[in-house]
């Protein structure tokens, strides 16, 4: 631009931020596309370099004016997207550019709209059974094991968490939702990198320090991340069971506190493009926990109900060691021609878990004489698997097909080992021992296509399924082969009304499989009168998911139903005959939840937003009792969840962040989950040219997340209190170095099966 040059320009934004250049001789080169049309004008006597926020669905005229023969270097254009956004599909939740991202990714999960915590287990619309993914890939861990990867991945990383109530045809048909986490992708070439530490101090400390290493240039992408994680956790349960016709409550008394010395997270993924039409991706991630161990003493009183006094009492001490270590690996192939892509997909991986325990248990009970008991167990499990997908996609500008074929093989072996240490002296006991085997293979095949015409947007899929499953029990004796084959249909419609609104419907048919552990019918004991025990007869459960949505801008609004037929989940029965009170993983007959929802951003003013989700929602679970009588449980649950973000200077590099959670009384079978709430408070900072970031976050500042479990029907009796050191306040501190808009090497997908091991 020269002398009094004026430029307009009116540039369609599909991204959250990027950036429009002016080259030295008037060029102007924007970098990225963006979701919605704006008009941009900026008037401003100098020109050095400065930045724009436009708010979205806001048009605003920008007309470059120059009074001086001075160039403009460069102008920034940053478009904000709405912190909350519907999509025909999925609601996507945008944390980038917030103080959110000091928090850790599990803490995010837990403050994103729609996703409810009870119990340190994931539920969306009131159902456990569902799929986290990171980048549309699927994790290989249980949920504890996918809780400590997710408290050690860092916020700043994380873009948005995108919740998927009915999943397409494309997805694997497992779970009843998809929590999809979007890391960051950025643009430019070169080289990045980053530098992190953090300090997290709860009832003990625990600390992190890390590092991510970016590399993009010509057909090369590369990057790789590692985390070291040490520390201490501990969990405080109070556990009291009544028997009512012997007249007795048994209060037990519990601080599980857990040393990892040290816990590996890694992860590196490629991607080459041998040329414009042909991508190839790799790469690999794990989890390596090699000695997480603890010493527990847990004392259990026992009492008369009618007089209140202590009549009996016997204290465990458990001594455990658990190792841990999971292992991905994929390989993607993607070719286009034209209006065409092929892809094919293959994944490989490995899980290895060893637990051992030691178990003492001294009693006192009354009229006879003290004693001591003694047991230890040693379980090892060995999982592998392998998967193979080939996806046709074809796309132009109203109509997109597609099609895929997928087949996986899982290979599962448990083993546990009892030894009995009654007379003094630790020996096998083959009667309490077992080997569990499981294998599956999964053929499937999809077809979906996604059609726009005027102010209409159809998309439609069926998915099949065909599952062969065999397993196998030395003790108890279970031989069980199963051959099935499941048809699940999406339907969805969108309709765009008038001034930004928009009129949607959906339906989805979704297959919970259980996990391979909750199939191993082995008594693993935690003491001498308490074990869990899976089932190998456990059933898939079968999901329908209908919904409605209303979006006016930036209102959304939701109503839903969901019927799971044969929910599985983990139901604590009390027997009166030997006091055991037995964690048994198993089929409930049948759940509903009908509910509503909505979500608003309000800009209060340019430094200051507020964000609301409100939810409501009607449960039922059936279930039979231990009298074989079919039992309902039901309850109205509702939800709040309120934020507010604030910047406190004009640089724009200090950032406030208050959230307030709340959650009602809500179900789990045959158990009623107290009400629990949370306060946050985030303060970031950003110095030296923003290379270097300091955050402070105080969690549960009124130690309020915790719940109580209670069930009270026929002959059980029993209620939990549950608290899992949630109040703490955590530094950060981050830094980096290089260009820190080179893009992130994208990760391949992996399958449904591996979020079941």
Do not use: C
Request: proline fraction near 3%; charged fraction near 25%; avoid cysteine.
């Amino acid at each position: 631009m020269k002398g009094e040059a004026v430029a307009e320009a009116a540039i369609e934004i599909r991204e959250s931020k990027k950036t429009v250049y002016s080259d030295r001789e008037g060029n102007f080169i924007l970098e990225g596309i963006a979701a919605f049309p704006v008009s941009m004008s900026i008037k401003k006597p100098d020109y050095g370099d400065y930045e724009i926020v436009i708010e979205n669905n806001t048009p605003l005229n920008m007309i470059l004016k120059k009074d001086t023969v001075k160039d403009i270097e460069q102008v920034k254009i940053t478009a904000k997207k709405p912190l909350l956004k519907r999509k025909i599909d999925r609601l996507e939740f945008n944390i980038d550019q917030t103080p959110l991202q000091n928090l850790n990714a599990w803490e995010i999960l837990k403050n994103t709209p729609n996703i409810l915590v009870k119990n340190e287990e994931l539920s969306v619309r009131g159902n456990s059974q569902i799929m986290v993914t990171i980048n549309d890939k699927k994790t290989l861990m249980s949920q504890e094991q996918l809780k400590q990867l997710l408290e050690n991945t860092d916020g700043n990383n994380v873009s948005s968490v995108e919740v998927i109530t009915n999943p397409p045809a494309k997805y694997e048909a497992q779970g009843s939702a998809i929590i999809n986490i979007k890391m960051k992708q950025n643009v430019l070439s070169g080289y990045k990198g980053r530098i992190s530490t953090r300090y997290t101090q709860a009832t003990y400390a625990k600390g992190l320090i890390g590092t991510s290493q970016s590399y993009n240039t010509g057909k090369w992408q590369l990057t790789g991340n590692y985390n070291f994680v040490t520390g201490n956790y501990v969990r405080y349960n109070y556990d009291v069971v009544t028997f009512d016709q012997d007249k007795t409550r048994w209060e037990s008394d519990m601080v599980r506190k857990t040393n990892a010395r040290e816990q590996h997270v890694y992860n590196f993924s490629g991607l080459y493009a041998p040329d414009s039409l042909s991508t190839v991706q790799f790469g690999f991630d794990g989890n390596n926990s090699p000695d997480r161990n603890g010493h527990y003493l847990i004392p259990t009183r026992i009492f008369n109900t009618e007089t209140g006094q202590q009549q009996s009492y016997y204290l465990t001490s458990n001594q455990r060691k658990l190792y841990n270590n999971s292992f991905n690996g994929y390989l993607t192939y993607d070719r286009k021609s034209g209006n065409h892509t092929l892809t094919w997909a293959n994944n490989f991986s490995t899980k290895r878990f060893k637990e051992s325990q030691d178990v003492e248990t001294l009693l006192d009970f009354a009229g006879q004489p003290e004693n001591t008991n003694r047991f230890a167990t040693k379980n090892a499990q060995d999982i592998s698997l392998y998967s193979s997908q080939l996806d046709y996609r074809y796309t132009d500008d109203k109509l997109t097909f597609e099609s895929g074929l997928k087949y996986s093989f899982v290979k599962n072996q448990s083993g546990l080992s009892f030894l009995d240490g009654t007379s003094g002296v630790l020996i096998p006991e083959p009667a309490k021992s077992n080997l569990f085997r499981y294998h599956e293979n999964i053929f499937a095949a999809y077809l979906s296509s996604e059609y726009k015409w005027k102010k209409w947007e159809m998309k439609a899929g069926l998915r099949s399924e065909t599952t062969l499953i065999k397993t196998g029990s030395d003790n108890p004796v279970v031989e069980n082969r199963t051959l099935k084959t499941g048809l699940f249909p999406t339907l969805y419609l969108m309709y765009s009304l008038k001034d930004g609104q928009q009129l949607g419907f959906s339906y989805g048919k979704r297959i919970d499989r259980p996990n391979y552990d909750f199939l191993n019918p082995s008594k693993s004991y935690y003491n001498l009168y308490a074990y869990f025990q899976g089932d190998a007869n456990l059933r898939s459960a079968v999901i329908h998911n209908l919904s409605l949505t209303y979006t006016l801008k930036d209102w959304n609004f939701e109503t839903y139903f969901s019927y799971i037929k044969d929910p599985s989940m983990e139901i604590s029965v009390q027997d009166p005959q030997t006091f055991e009170t037995v964690y048994h993983y198993t089929n409930i007959d049948h759940g509903k939840n009908i509910g509503a929802n909505f979500s608003k951003s309000f800009s209060i003013r340019p430094f200051w937003k507020l964000n609301l989700f409100a939810a409501g929602e009607y449960q039922e679970s059936y279930f039979f009792g231990t009298d074989t009588a079919l039992y309902k449980n039901d309850v109205f649950f509702y939800n709040a969840n309120v934020s507010t973000q604030i910047t406190l200077d004009k640089a724009k590099t200090w950032d406030l962040n208050v959230s307030y959670v709340y959650n009602s009384k809500t179900i789990q079978g045959s158990f009623d989950i107290s009400p629990s709430q949370k306060t946050t408070v985030i303060i970031n900072k950003k110095m030296f040219d923003k290379h270097l970031e300091a955050g402070l976050v105080f969690n549960d500042i009124f130690r309020t997340d915790k719940n109580t479990l209670s069930t009270r029907y026929a002959d059980q009796n029993q209620y939990f209190k549950d608290y899992r050191d949630t109040r703490y306040f955590m530094i950060n501190l981050k830094y980096n170095f290089g260009n820190q808009k080179v893009k992130e090497a994208k990760t391949g997908t992996k399958t449904a099966e591996q979020n079941r091991l």
